[in-house]
């Protein structure tokens, strides 16, 4: 059933409250008598025990045995059914479709990638079906058990019509993806934008796992950032919160897409930084990455600076260090405008590890004033490749009700 939990007055938004409280707390805490969570969750017993029915009926919550007794009887203990139903989620990528199927732990049971090329004239609507139906074929449980299907789409994002208002990459304009798939699969069908999606997976299941105020930022061919306040995703008016790539970080930089100069997007993105490792190459920088290319420098890509980096090689080291100290100047602008106790780095530069990140911790910690510059720790994403998609089937289980709508914030 689509839209179940959506709030529509105050009775809904306590009731929703104290569920999203206990369901927290089992998912967390678990196994967990009723009296215990009456007690942590300040709520009457008789509205815990009711709440806990519930969740029991929706087969999110199953008795796990008797607790130790503290003078009376011994009490039931609950826990979380994470294996009671199964959720899809996709990642429509540059020239992949990634999808991957999960218990509600939202741990990838299967994973399915099928690349494609736009340029000979791939369905990418059709390709997204057919993953849908491979991992629906090889799911562990009925597909009356599918708890719904998730998609993460980089682009312009209706997330209440479900359409894909605008997405450069494939010339998408008002495309209704989520009545297209309805047509298909009888099941609730949510979409989100791919850095949304990405936030939400590393917030709630990766490295930001029980923290409240999160910023992830993708560094990828482009440049984004997810933005979870107070463990709830904030997406703007128009779903475009976020929008990091045109901060500027460098007024004598080199010119942006935009017709600025020195933005943060054309100084750390991936074809950026590939860019001026390039230029040093073409130079006569001395580096392993010459040897990897063949000599033909236009061969080098942000994936291999990052090894290189890693490995030690100087020249990749410096690349990287100059990435980390402009990604420092953005970071710091978060920090001073959002105030978040972690920001995330994700995409294929995180390989480079260390000599990115500890120049940026550098920047921010000099660029930030008193507390905020304090708190915020700056961390590598944890979920890899398959992230937006485990968010997109995260997003799932918090429309579904099966996920506090905030996330673990609050009850580690
Ligand atoms: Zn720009």
């Not at 989620?89 to 540059?94: A, K, L, P, Q, T």
């Not at 069908?189 to 992830?216: H, T």
């Not at 390989?351 to 008193?370: D, I, W, Y």
Request: charged fraction near 20%.
């Amino acid at each position: 059933m689509a839209r179940r939990y959506l709030i529509t007055g105050d009775v809904q938004l306590v009731r929703r409250l104290n569920r999203d409280a206990i369901l927290g707390l089992i998912r967390e805490r678990g196994p967990i008598s009723r009296t215990d969570l009456a007690r942590l969750t300040k709520l009457t017993p008789a509205t815990a025990f009711s709440i806990v029915e519930e969740l029991v009926q929706d087969r999110l919550v199953q008795e796990s045995g008797m607790g130790p007794s503290r003078g009376g009887r011994r009490p039931m203990l609950f826990e979380f059914n994470s294996r009671s139903q199964v959720i899809i989620g996709v990642n429509i990528r540059s020239a992949q479709v990634l999808g991957v199927l999960a218990y509600l732990d939202a741990k990838p049971q299967v994973t399915i990638a099928r690349d494609y090329d736009l340029k000979g004239g791939a369905d990418v609507v059709q390709l997204v079906k057919d993953v849908i139906r491979e991992l629906i074929a090889a799911s562990p449980l009925p597909t009356a058990q599918l708890m719904g299907i998730g998609l993460a789409v980089p682009g312009l994002i209706d997330v209440d019509r479900g359409v894909v208002v605008q997405s450069e990459n494939w010339d998408w304009e008002e495309l209704p993806l989520r009545d297209i798939l309805a047509e298909d699969f009888d099941t609730p069908i949510y979409i989100e934008e791919d850095d949304n999606a990405l936030a939400l997976g590393e917030g709630f299941f990766g490295a930001g796992r029980g923290v409240s105020n999160v910023v992830c930022v993708k560094i990828g061919r482009g440049l984004g950032a997810g933005i979870v306040v107070n463990g709830m995703l904030f997406r703007g008016p128009d779903n475009a919160a976020g929008e990091i790539a045109h901060i500027l970080v460098d007024p004598d930089g080199p010119q942006c897409t935009c017709g600025n100069y020195g933005c943060l997007v054309r100084m750390i993105s991936a074809p950026a930084i590939a860019e001026r490792a390039i230029k040093g190459l073409k130079q006569g920088a001395i580096s392993s990455l010459s040897g990897r290319v063949g000599d033909d420098p236009e061969k080098v890509n942000v994936a291999m600076i990052a090894e290189a980096a890693n490995a030690g090689d100087a020249f990749a080291h410096q690349i990287m260090e100059e990435t980390g100290r402009y990604l420092g100047i953005g970071i710091a602008t978060l920090v001073n405008l959002l105030n978040p106790d972690l920001v995330i780095i994700g995409g294929g530069v995180i390989l480079a590890g260390s000599p990115l990140l500890e120049p940026a911790r550098h920047v921010v910690k000099l660029r930030t004033f008193g507390a905020p510059g304090e708190r915020v720790r700056i961390v590598a994403a944890q979920l890899g490749v398959e992230a937006p998609a485990i968010g997109a089937a995260t997003l799932v289980m918090t429309q579904e009700g099966a996920l506090p709508t905030r996330g673990f914030a609050g009850f580690d």
